[in-house]
């Protein structure tokens, strides 16, 4: 295995454990995972979760400090996974008239949570 190929096997497998411990502080606080990784057309959004009649959709960022995490999250990135939810909620009962939130969710090297709630779209 090349040493490019062992850093993005390295860096995949960190992703999916942020994915894991994000979806896992949601959970306690009473939300429901509705889908991990879903991929649309428009691109992938990394959770997808409900509470109540809201859909929460939530970009999840690791780096080594949640600033260092925040600093990756780009202007064309926001509009991928907003156009993403906009495909995905057309697909539920209320249309693009479902209530939903876009969250960030920070991971440091230490594997702690920051989560920022409305961190970009408008409710």
Not at 66 to 89: F, P, S, T, V
Not at 106 to 112: I, P, S, Y
């Amino acid at each position: 295995m090349s040493w490019n190929a062992h850093r993005g096997a390295v860096s995949c497998s960190a992703g999916r454990l942020a994915e894991e411990a994000v979806a896992r502080e949601y959970s306690q606080s009473g939300y429901q995972v509705m889908s991990e990784r879903w991929r649309g057309r428009s691109g992938e959004i990394d959770l997808i979760l409900s509470k109540g009649d809201e859909y929460i959709f939530v970009e999840v960022k690791k780096s080594r400090s949640h600033d260092w995490a925040a600093l990756r999250l780009g202007a064309r990135q926001i509009a991928r996974i907003c156009n993403a939810a906009l495909e995905y909620c057309g697909r539920l009962p209320a249309g693009l008239l479902t209530a939903m939130r876009f969250d960030a969710a920070l991971v440091d090297q230490f594997g702690r949570v920051e989560i920022i709630e409305n961190a970009f779209g408008a409710n």
